[in-house]
Nanobody, 120 residues
Framework: QVRLVESGGGLVQAGGSLSLSCAAS????????MSWYRQTPGKQRELVAT???????NYVDSVKGRFSISRDNAKNTVYLQMNSLKPEDTAVYYC??????????????WGQGTQVTVSS
């Protein structure tokens, strides 16, 4: 079935940079929007950045100017470039994609989550 495989999480110092990637695989006939969410204990999952199938992007205010989302449609992959990282960016980051399979409507898929830790 469809899988979203994330990579790139880890530990970084405040002010540093980190790049996340998420590749979709499986029987896929179309991918709409792709997004990155993050979640910390006791908080709701937060939409960090999203990119539509035609490349329009949007970001939560707290990461504007620091994060950049992009996608490679040929690779079914979405990326998140994170610069000027702050300790408050520490969270589990989840990849999301709206994906169509043969003879089905577009459906929501999620990655397994990858830990990003920003030290002071």
């Amino acid at each position: 079935q469809v899988r979203l495989v994330e990579s790139g999480g880890g530990l970084v110092q405040a002010g540093g940079s980190l790049s996340l990637s998420c590749a979709a695989s499986g029987s896929i006939t179309g991918i709409g929007s792709m997004s990155w969410y993050r979640q910390t204990p006791g908080k709701q999952r937060e939409l960090v950045a999203t990119i539509t199938n035609i490349g329009a992007t949007n970001y939560v205010d707290s990461v504007k100017g620091r994060f950049s989302i992009s996608r490679d449609n040929a690779k079914n992959t979405v990326y998140l470039q994170m610069n000027s990282l702050k300790p408050e960016d520490t969270a589990v980051y989840y990849c999301y994609a709206n994906i169509r399979q043969p003879r089905r409507s577009y459906e929501d898929y999620w990655g397994q989550g990858t830990q990003v830790t920003v030290s002071s």
